[in-house]
């Protein structure tokens, strides 16, 4: 499993452009988050990202902040302890661009 020791906010920057597009940090100190909304043409199709989003989460026992609208979805990660962005949350949000793709 991935460490989740908080990165440096270079170590951020530098993970944050190889991620992909629409992946930005949101919040701020202890609440500083990487978040991307995905876009989706109905709500049976944002359901389905979710379980998958889900899914995944179980899987890396790391679960993100989900916000769920009829067409898009609102994936934040950040690392709770210790409070920070680690290299779980980009793990994570790697595999979930990948689901977009």
Excluded at 41 to 48: D, R, V
Excluded at 78 to 92: K, N, Q, V, W
Aim: aromatic share 8%; proline share 4%; net charge neutral.
């Amino acid at each position: 499993m991935t460490a989740r020791r908080a990165l440096s906010p270079t170590e951020v920057v530098t993970r944050l452009s190889k991620l992909g597009n629409g992946w930005a940090l949101a919040g701020s100190g202890d609440n500083t988050a990487i978040e991307k909304t995905f876009k989706f043409a109905n709500y049976h199709e944002t359901i389905s990202f979710v379980n998958a989003v889900a899914f995944i989460a179980n899987k890396l026992d790391h679960h993100p902040d989900l916000s769920v609208h009829y067409s898009r979805c609102v994936v934040r990660w950040r690392t709770h302890e210790p409070p920070g962005i680690s290299a779980l949350d980009f793990d994570a949000a790697a595999r979930i661009e990948a689901l977009s793709q």
